[in-house]
């Protein structure tokens, strides 16, 4: 298995700019999330998911938009870059025991 | 108010002793889970350690154990025996409710420094 991929590892933007990061498990796990860290702060959840065609906004969903067409696939959209959003972000996936697996994280700047 | 708060930003302990990581939480609802992940400097989240709020008995994975007090809402971890390779942040998490399985809040840390 590979776990949760993330993609891609790192990437600048320009201010207005849109684009979207990429997660997958394979893992088959029902439950997915988004969370960002930012400079010296715990993760903070950004949107998730309980399953295929079900997302629900976490503590800071502004400027993002997800979906969840497929069990392992739950791209992050970023609608038009600002430089408040650079960040760590963390995709994660889980079942309903207590560990939630992470990828390896995407580090965005946004300039 | 902030659903987990740790309140020391770093931390310093000599090798192969017992550290003592703070972390409380704020909640109402009756079922919870307090987890604690290391994250070293290579930025991966590595899970440690699950208390449920319906537990008895303190988790306990090898060297860490968390102290869980319900009425102070405390779930302080503990590393015995202090290694080099666990220095890192380390972070405290609460996930609420019996059905928001991946709805997790996360304190600030607390980075943790071993000294040889």
């Known amino acids: 298995n590979a776990g949760v991929t993330q993609t891609p590892k790192f990437q600048v933007l320009k201010t207005g700019q849109s684009m979207t990061l990429q997660c997958a498990q394979d893992?088959?796990?029902?439950?997915m999330s988004w969370y960002r860290q930012d400079p010296g702060m715990g993760l903070r959840l950004i949107h998730y998911?309980?399953?295929?065609?079900?997302?629900d906004q976490g503590e800071v969903p502004n400027g993002y938009n997800v979906s969840r067409s497929t069990t392992e696939d739950f791209p992050l959209r970023l609608l038009s870059a600002a430089p408040s959003q650079t960040s760590v972000y963390f995709c994660?996936?889980?079942?309903?025991?207590?560990?939630?697996?992470f990828g390896p994280g995407t580090r965005l700047t946004v300039t | 108010a902030q659903k987990i708060t740790q309140t020391q930003p770093g931390m310093f302990v000599q090798e192969k002793e017992a550290v003592t990581l703070d972390c409380t939480y704020d909640?109402?609802?009756?079922?919870?889970?307090l987890f604690w992940y290391k994250q070293p400097s290579s930025g991966e989240m590595i899970f440690l350690i699950y208390?449920?709020?319906?537990?008895?008995q303190n988790a306990t994975e090898g060297r860490y154990s968390l102290n869980f007090q319900k009425a102070r809402k405390s779930a302080n971890l503990v590393i015995s025996a202090s290694q080099l390779g666990d220095s890192a942040m380390y972070f405290c998490?609460?996930?609420?409710?019996?059905?928001?399985?991946?709805?997790?809040?996360f304190g600030s840390g607390t980075k943790l420094n071993v000294k040889p």
């Open positions: 994660a996936s889980g079942t309903q025991g207590p560990e939630q697996y």
């Open positions: 893992m088959n796990h029902e439950y």
């Open positions: 998911s309980v399953g295929a065609g079900i997302t």
């Open positions: 909640t109402s609802d009756p079922s919870y889970g």
């Open positions: 208390q449920g709020s319906y537990d008895q």
């Open positions: 998490a609460m996930r609420e409710g019996s059905g928001n399985f991946n709805k997790f809040y």
